[in-house]
């Protein structure tokens, strides 16, 4: 069943990884080893055909292998390495209010018991669920099917999430005042404002928290510190900016919200390796000899 899901990859892949027509569907294809990149995920369903990923978030570390899948909760960066390849995956975002609708319909509720918070969480697919998967991957081999059908298999891929081990984080992601829907609200908060000073306090009363609280659940959730999250947006879009533009350092410091480019220049120093110049260099004659890296839903 997964050769059929990444045969239908294959068939419609417009790259490395491509949006397509089907709603919230994007596919990946990697056949060679390229360098580890940082990405920000939002919160989706990755499916893997083929392959092996691993993502590093902070301290917490997620592997993913062909058969199964990863659930990404809330707005995260992390960094991304195929561990093997060839790799195939097809990545679905989550709409939560088809997911909410669907548990209304089913007249099912959040666990008794609320999971631990993740930002990150692996789990095997079922064969039904490949299935689901792969035919809605198949909607791109009759383009006239996907407005009929495209919302109906959609909702029976959410089905046969809510009848997998993912069933009761994904309830718990639904509930409005969960800890994992306030951690979802206070990453795509920063997100918003990551060029800003922000304080403990100010996130925390966005989270509905006290500090102490927050950092418990921000940590078990992102495998960082709000702050560190923080920072790991700003270095990876001046990382982008780096490789992307020409502009300074000096420049693309300020442009992601440092006010001292001393800092700027330890800090990315100490999260990649090089000075930022030298850095976009390295990146820069890769990616002449190397195929173009993931997207940001790899």
């Not at 709409?95 to 095997?124: F, I, K, M, R, Y």
């Not at 780096?242 to 800090?267: H, K, M, P």
Request: glycine content about 4%.
């Amino acid at each position: 069943m997964l050769d059929r899901l990444a045969a239908a990859i294959d068939r419609h892949f417009g790259g490395v990884g491509s949006a397509t027509a089907v709603p919230r569907l994007t596919l990946v294809a990697v056949d060679q080893p390229i360098e580890p990149t940082d990405q920000l995920y939002d919160p989706m369903i990755c499916f893997v055909a083929d392959g092996t990923k691993r993502t590093t978030a902070g301290e917490l570390r997620h592997v993913a292998h062909a058969g199964e899948m990863l659930f990404t909760t809330i707005d995260l960066p992390v960094t991304v390495e195929l561990e093997k390849v060839p790799y195939r995956s097809a990545v679905v975002r989550l709409d939560s209010q088809a997911l909410t609708e669907l548990l209304v319909e089913l007249h099912e509720t959040g666990p008794a018991t609320p999971p631990a918070v993740a930002g990150q969480v692996t789990a095997p697919m079922t064969p039904e669920l490949v299935d689901a998967v792969t035919r809605y991957v198949q909607l791109l081999d009759t383009p006239d099917d996907i407005r009929p059908l495209a919302a109906r298999i959609e909702s029976e891929i959410l089905y046969r999430l809510l009848r997998s081990s993912l069933a009761p984080i994904l309830r718990e992601w639904s509930l409005a005042d969960s800890t994992t829907t306030r951690m979802r609200e206070v990453t795509r908060w920063i997100c918003a404002r990551y060029t800003e000073p922000l304080s403990i306090d100010e996130i925390a009363a966005v989270a509905r928290m006290s500090p102490a609280s927050l950092h418990r659940h921000f940590k078990a959730t992102t495998g960082m510190s709000p702050l560190k999250y923080q920072k790991h947006l700003r270095l990876q879009e001046a990382r982008r900016l780096l490789v992307a533009g020409d502009a300074s350092a000096a420049q693309i410091a300020q442009a992601v919200g440092y006010a001292s480019a001393t800092q700027f220049n330890r800090e990315y120093r100490s999260t990649y390796g090089l000075p930022p110049g030298q850095d976009a260099a390295r990146l820069r004659a890769r990616l002449t000899h190397t195929p173009t890296a993931p997207t940001q839903r790899a």
